[in-house]
């Protein structure tokens, strides 16, 4: 199956695999068999994907994949955020 990466938008290949329990009694096994068979599916798709567990994912500023390359516009605007922040505290004390 292809997912697409929930953080960096790359598509990749992940094989998903079905465990089957079967924990039935005849009756049931012709019943529920398609509702479980669903069930067992859908719960291994993963909500969201990741190409990688430790996917950077693309930065929100720039649309860089940081996985590739490194930017620095998140360290940007925390300091941005943290200057502001403190222009405003600075501003109530006066
Ligand atoms: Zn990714
Ligand atoms: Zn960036």
Request: aromatic share 10%; net charge negative; with cysteine.
């Amino acid at each position: 199956m292809s997912f697409e990466c929930s953080r960096c938008l790359k598509e990749f290949e992940q094989n998903i695999k079905i465990p089957f329990e079967c924990s039935f009694t005849k009756e049931e096994y012709e019943y529920d068999i398609a509702e479980e068979m669903r069930e067992s599916v859908l719960l291994n798709i993963p909500m969201k994907p990741l190409c990688k567990d430790d996917c950077k994912g693309l930065c929100p500023v720039c649309g860089n994949n940081r996985n590739e390359k490194d930017c620095f516009c998140e360290q940007k605007m925390k300091d941005e955020f943290v200057a502001e922040k403190w222009s405003k505290i600075k501003k109530l004390k006066i």
